[in-house]
């Protein structure tokens, strides 16, 4: 069963523009969720999206949105960025019929210059 | 709101030593307590997790105790290895709902 899929692996993106983040979670499961990962605040959540409907969102500004389609796949998007921006973005899918255990893609490193 | 702190932020062991990670939790509704480690350019893996009905469970050489009075839980992890180094997640939820996240525990096991 083939993991979690975040593409791309590396941005490197300029202030003011946006960026989408895409995620494509283990096949079957219908939960993502999204964190923002920087070496001093840990894993801060953002939005968890369930059957296409947004569940669960953090304390983020509305710069940052989501949205999950039919097929379960995710994309974050980030409008105006800002150099504080610049962080690991990890996507967790999660099979909640089975159980809650969140399995990680391998993030997507934004670097906002 | 939810918040879940971590201790300590980093932790140096010999190897063969025991290390110890302990969390603390404030929304008293969570049931659900993971462990994530995650090495260098990889994203977090869960490695053991407890259920607010049990107050201990072990697997291997990692342990978990859960003290749901003082919202309390911890992470054993004895005769540690150098493969043990990463950094250290705990979490806690509410089955269905979103997962809080501690700070991160930055594990060094010197050989």
């Known amino acids: 069963k083939a993991g979690v899929t975040q593409t791309p692996r590396y941005l490197i993106k300029t202030r003011g523009q946006q960026v989408t983040l895409s995620c494509s979670p283990i096949?079957?499961?219908?939960?993502v969720s999204w964190y923002q990962q920087t070496p001093g605040q840990g894993l801060q959540f953002l939005f968890e999206?369930?059957?296409?409907?947004?569940?669960n969102k953090g304390n983020f500004p509305g710069r940052f949105s989501g949205r999950q389609f039919s097929n379960s796949r995710s994309e974050m998007n980030v409008s105006t960025l800002e150099l504080g921006d610049s962080a690991l973005y990890l996507c967790?899918?999660?099979?909640?019929?089975?159980?809650?255990?969140?399995?990680f893609g391998q993030g997507t490193r934004l670097t906002v210059v | 709101g939810e918040n879940v702190e971590q201790h300590p932020s980093t932790l140096s062991v010999q190897e063969g030593d025991s290390a110890v990670i302990k969390c603390t939790y404030s929304d008293s509704a969570s049931n659900y307590f993971p462990w994530y480690k995650q090495e260098l350019g990889k994203g977090p893996q869960l490695i053991i997790d407890i259920r607010s009905n049990v107050g201990e469970k072990k697997d291997q050489r990692i342990a978990v105790t859960l003290n749901k009075t003082a919202k309390h839980f911890s992470l054993h992890i004895t005769e540690t290895q150098p493969e043990d180094s990463a950094v250290y997640f705990c979490a806690a939820s509410i089955t269905g709902f979103k997962t809080i996240f501690g700070a991160g525990t930055r594990l060094f096991v010197k050989a």
């Open positions: 096949s079957g499961h219908r939960s």
């Open positions: 999206y369930f059957s296409e409907t947004q569940r």
């Open positions: 967790a899918s999660s099979d909640l019929r089975v159980n809650t255990e969140a399995f």
